[in-house]
């Protein structure tokens, strides 16, 4: 038999049941809306004795680099998304002299993740070295910005359009994704798409390029091409992008990098080998937090 309790007592005990649920929720809340990603750059193959002045404007034109070809993995809060997904269309073998490639869902694998687990693939731009391996992780939806999209799938391939980079077949992927409902389109700059991931505009590399902010105890900020190398940065050069006229912007990008990370050591450029240098790395595999 339950003792007796006045009337009071009943009330009392129900209000502190309630403000220990909604306190419950609340901290279950924070912890969703910041949570702690693992990051790691992977690494599938190398472009060797690329012009430094091609990456770097200004830099020597017969300075070489081999530039490492990259997708990041950022692990937790159960999504498993990966910015970028490198490319596996026979075309651009045939363009470019890559050197020990291997193929970016195999790449994967090294990191311990099964491309069928991969819930969202955030793409940068869609150049053919970013958005080509899109169709290789088939689970994932697909993150770009709305103009991005609007221009690559449209205009561009038009008369006086700007395609150069994209390949035709990746376009094709992405529409698919989209019929299937497999594709979010971005609107515009300084948005979160899922919890602690933020995106940014501005660098204009492409039409509507855009680079990821990991939040966590320390963020982590993932260039992707706004900023090809730490040189850009630690220079304040640009790169190469979609209009001569859009070197300010991706200038203002990177000094905006720098602030949103807290310094050069929490940005990843996006084809700097010197990432698996400075991060502890295995083999393809660097662990950058």
Not at 12 to 40: C, D, K, W
């Amino acid at each position: 038999m339950r003792p007796f309790l006045p009337w009071r007592s009943y009330v009392s005990m129900r209000s502190y049941i309630l403000v220990l649920a909604i306190t419950a929720t609340a901290a279950t809340r924070g912890v969703a809306q910041n949570p702690q990603y693992e990051v790691f750059a992977l690494r599938y193959a190398t472009v060797p004795d690329f012009p430094t002045s091609a990456l770097v404007i200004g830099a020597d034109a017969d300075e070489r680099i081999d530039i490492a070809m990259v997708f990041w993995l950022v692990r937790g809060d159960g999504h498993v998304i990966l910015f970028d997904s490198g490319f596996h269309r026979a075309a651009w073998f045939e363009r470019f002299d890559i050197h020990d490639y291997m193929r970016p869902d195999s790449v994967l694998r090294l990191a311990g993740v099964e491309p069928e687990t991969v819930t969202d693939i955030i793409v940068s731009h869609a150049h053919w070295d970013h958005m080509g391996g899109i169709d290789l992780f088939p689970n994932a939806v697909i993150w770009i910005q709305r103009d991005e999209f609007a221009w690559y799938t449209g205009p561009a391939w038009q008369n006086g359009g700007r395609g150069g980079g994209a390949d035709p077949g990746d376009l094709v992927e992405l529409v698919r994704g989209n019929t299937q409902g497999n594709v979010r389109l971005i609107d515009g700059d300084d948005v979160e798409i899922l919890p602690g991931i933020r995106v940014y505009t501005g660098a204009r590399h492409t039409y509507a390029s855009q680079y990821v902010r990991v939040a966590g105890g320390v963020p982590v900020i993932l260039a992707s091409d706004n900023a090809y190398l730490y040189r850009n940065l630690m220079q304040h050069r640009p790169g190469a992008t979609f209009a001569r006229a859009d070197t300010t912007a991706n200038l203002e990008a990177q000094t905006r990098m720098l602030r949103l990370a807290g310094g050069i050591q929490h940005v990843v450029p996006g084809h700097d080998p010197e990432q698996f240098r400075r991060f502890p790395t295995e083999g393809r595999v660097a662990r950058i937090r």
